[in-house]
């Protein structure tokens, strides 16, 4: 069965900094790209970030970019996103998802985990 | 980057009615790269459609889903108690994707 847990959530000041994790296991994780999607409370999913299985190709949103990096561990079936200069616009419920080997759609994703920025 | 927007916002139905929910792209969109989601409160999202009209693993076929560049539309033939949800589109282009803003599938 496919499992993705996210942890690392919690309270942080903007201008502060968090690093999620996502631990994967049921899947060859070392063959799948995989993303983080957030979702601000109350609002719909905007995607974050993208990781291929060998992380050569590195994505990321433009609302993020320069200030969060991906990175992926495949010897711990893990998956990261670190999270600098964090804005209360960050406040969200972080997700990861699998890429679907196939198409370009998420098919797994985990529970999600909160970050909140505020002072 | 593509917007996409769905309508409508809310749709009040009663089970076993038919669902009828559009996602407009601002832009031309490859249906290979056109796909649907739903979501229910405290849950991740879950895959139902890719490819605008395949049917993820384990999804009924009351759900469907059809067209082709810039309009997209997912069926619900005949709403059972747990499709109540809020129900996304999602395109893929560009190394990214977006999702639209959703539409909320509610019991009249």
């Known amino acids: 069965e496919v499992q993705l847990v996210e942890s690392g959530g919690g309270l942080v000041k903007p201008g502060g900094s968090l690093r999620l994790s996502c631990a994967a296991s049921?899947?060859?994780?070392?063959?799948?790209?995989m993303n983080w999607v957030r979702q601000a409370p109350g609002k719909g999913l905007e995607w974050v970030s993208s990781?291929?299985?060998?992380?050569?190709?590195?994505y990321y949103a433009d609302s993020v970019k320069g200030r969060f990096t991906i990175s992926r561990d495949n010897a711990k079936n893990s998956l990261y996103l670190q999270m600098n200069s964090l804005r209360a616009e960050d406040t969200a419920v972080y997700y990861c998802?699998?890429?679907?080997?196939?198409?370009?759609?998420?098919?797994?994703w985990g529970q999600g985990t909160l970050v909140t920025v505020s002072s | 980057e593509i917007v996409l927007t769905q309508s409508p916002g809310t749709l009040s139905l009663s089970p076993g009615e038919r669902a009828t929910l559009s996602c407009r792209a601002s832009q031309s969109v490859s249906s290979s790269y056109l796909a649907w989601y739903q979501q229910k409160p405290g849950q991740a999202p879950r895959l139902l459609i890719y490819?605008?009209?395949s049917r993820a693993t384990g999804i009924p076929d009351r759900f469907s889903g059809s067209g082709s560049g810039t309009d997209f539309t997912l069926t619900i033939s005949r709403l059972e108690p747990e499709d109540f949800a809020v129900y996304y589109c999602?395109?893929?282009?560009?190394?990214?994707?977006?999702f639209g803003q959703g539409t909320k599938v509610e019991i009249k």
């Open positions: 999602q395109q893929y282009g560009s190394s990214s994707w977006t």
């Open positions: 990781i291929s299985s060998s992380s050569s190709y590195i």
């Open positions: 998802a699998r890429d679907n080997e196939q198409w370009p759609v998420f098919d797994y």
């Open positions: 049921g899947f060859t994780f070392s063959s799948y790209s």
């Open positions: 490819g605008a009209s």
